[in-house]
């Protein structure tokens, strides 16, 4: 069984700044890691393999440098590294990444069984948290998100028990394979790589899949595939915001001036 891990390059948003002209990233210059919540999937394939014995393929769509993340991928341990990489992938939105990604491991499927898929919560840069879902989608596997802990994988029944995070609560579900799970950071402690799986990495292959070997219509992916683009992305403003008496004298009358603003502003009803 193939367990496959999908890994995405981002920029190390600690530098990130934004072109106050175009509004957008300025990524020139900027050091690129792997994104966070893909550190714990990766960790957790490993795990997956190190138990059961399953083979792992990492993919990431993306640039050619891209590859760097797949070969950090390698030096811990897993045993395929995909960089799907193509102009025609460019500008993808959400819809258009997980389609791309979706079909790599379709293609992957006819080689061997793919039993399950595993995907950071959501990125640092695009934040949207959709591309897990979307893939799960296409290729028709029930999706498990928010993961934060592996319960059981129950081989001979094929079924999945994992714990999700909630906001205030966990919650335990189970799911028949093949699966795709998105993880939290809660989910464990990435392994670092030994020199030695550091140096075979440099030398080991990462294969290049470009679209002449997907074969996806054009017109649905990249941007021209692409219902969506940001607009615009700017930091919040924050502003000092407005003090209403010296907080100390009068807090009959500060309280009635906060409600009186309210209610100017419509944000309360009588
Ligand atoms: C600042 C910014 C804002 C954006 N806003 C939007 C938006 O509002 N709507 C929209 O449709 N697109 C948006 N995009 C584009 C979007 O980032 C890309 O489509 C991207 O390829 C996937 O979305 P994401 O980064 O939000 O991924 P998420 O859905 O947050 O990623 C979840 C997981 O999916 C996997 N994954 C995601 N991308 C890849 C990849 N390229 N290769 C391998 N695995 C991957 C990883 O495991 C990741 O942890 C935005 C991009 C940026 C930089």
């Given amino acids: 069984m193939l367990v496959v891990v999908c ?3 981002v920029p190390d948003t600690t530098q990130v700044q934004i072109d106050p002209v175009t509004n957008t990233l300025i990524r020139e210059g900027v050091p690129f890691i792997v994104n966070p919540y893909d550190t714990h999937a990766v960790e957790e394939a490993l795990k997956l393999k190190d138990h059961f014995g399953f083979r792992v393929a990492a993919i990431s769509m993306g640039p050619p440098n891209a590859e760097a993340t797949l070969r950090k991928a390698l030096a811990l341990g897993v045993d395929r590294a995909i960089l799907l990489s193509d102009r025609a992938f460019g500008g993808a939105d ?11 491991i379709e ?7 793919v039993g399950v898929v595993i995907c950071g919560k959501q990125t640092i840069d695009g934040d949207t948290a959709q591309v897990g ?3 799960a989608t296409r290729l028709d ?6 993961v934060d802990r592996v319960e059981e994988l129950d081989l001979s029944q094929r079924k999945i028990r994992v714990r999700r995070k909630l906001e205030g609560r966990h919650e335990e579900v189970e799911a028949p394979l093949p699966v795709l799970l998105t993880v939290v950071r809660e989910l464990n402690r990435p392994r670092y790589p030994s020199v030695s799986m550091r140096l075979d990495a440099a030398d080991a292959q990462v294969e290049l899949w470009d679209n002449s070997v997907l074969q996806l219509d054009v017109n649905s992916i ?3 595939g692409s219902p969506t683009w940001v607009s615009r992305i700017f930091s919040p403003q924050r502003s000092l915001g407005e003090m209403l008496g010296d907080g100390v004298s009068d807090p009959e009358g500060a309280a009635q001036l906060l409600i009186d603003k309210m209610l100017e502003k419509d944000l309360l009803a009588l």
Avoid at 107 to 113: P, S, W
């Fill in 7 to 9: 890994v995405k390059q």
């Fill in 141 to 146: 596997f029930c999706q498990l998100t928010l």
């Fill in 133 to 135: 879902p979307g893939i």
């Fill in 94 to 104: 959400t819809l258009a990444t997980s389609k791309v990604l979706a079909a790599a």
């Fill in 107 to 113: 293609l992957l499927a006819q080689e061997e069984e």
């Fill in 222 to 224: 990249g941007l021209k």
